[in-house]
């Protein structure tokens, strides 16, 4: 443990009057750690596999976010490009720097400039997987990472989210039991980020405003792979669209 880190928790300690941990109460934490219990998981977040990804859609769209249902990865490029199209947004997009992202048909979309990295000032669409979708509120779970930069998720007003229908669960117990297996190993992620909808406020007037602090639209890409039965989000946003990347912790 860090000399900061020390200072800062004996602090806390001492304005709670709290000595250090004796064996008995450390054996406990520890025990907790090691077998962490799931709180109560509502109805919703306990139906069959593809009644989640229904679900998933349905609460997206509560939220004004916009989802369109895919076959397959390699329709995602022609799905940005009807997107950008339809919204009549620039052809230009930010890649999320991962191979599988990296790996699809994008030349077949001459007219859209595809670029890499963390997003820039100009920017005005993010493209990006995700960790896990959680079905019960229709939240996107974002672990960052090397290949999954933060700003992706903040700062273009037009987020777009590539997700495997494998790596929707129904809860959010379910989302984070899937992080610690994934990470709890190694180095978890810097930040992870539940992205529930385009960014709003009601600060101003108590009227709702999108955008405010974040993407002013949110439209995920959600794709019905053929192994979509059981979630499976082992790398970070996605791992990959395959499922299967890898990831550390991001400065």
Do not use: C
């Amino acid at each position: 443990m860090s000399a900061s880190r020390q200072h800062i928790l004996g602090a806390l300690r001492r304005s709670l009057q709290r000595d250090q941990p004796g064996a008995e109460e450390r054996k406990q934490l520890e025990a907790r750690l090691a077998d962490p219990q799931a709180g109560l998981v509502p109805a919703r977040g306990q139906r069959p596999h593809a009644e989640q990804l229904d679900l998933m859609e349905e609460m997206l769209r509560e939220l004004a976010a916009t989802v369109v249902r895919l076959d397959d990865a390699d329709q995602v490029p022609q799905a940005v490009a009807d997107y950008l199209k339809g919204e009549n947004l620039p052809p230009q997009v930010r890649l999320a720097p991962r191979g599988d992202l990296r790996a699809l048909p994008w030349s077949d979309q001459p007219l859209l400039e595809v670029t890499e990295g963390p997003a820039r000032e100009p920017d005005t669409t993010a493209v990006t997987g995700a960790f896990a979708g959680i079905a019960e509120t229709g939240t996107l779970m974002m672990a960052s990472g090397p290949e999954a930069p933060v700003t992706l998720n903040f700062l273009p007003e037009n987020h777009i989210v590539v997700l495997r229908g494998s790596q929707v669960v129904g809860a959010y117990e379910e989302a984070w039991a899937q992080l610690r297996r994934r990470f709890g190993s190694g180095a978890m992620p810097r930040a992870v980020n539940m992205i529930t909808g385009p960014s709003r406020t009601g600060d101003i007037e108590q009227t709702i405003q999108l955008g405010a602090h974040g993407p002013r639209r949110l439209h995920v890409l959600l794709i019905d792979d053929a192994h979509s039965s059981g979630a499976s989000p082992d790398g970070v946003n996605g791992g990959s669209v395959n499922g299967d990347g890898s990831d550390g912790p991001q400065a």
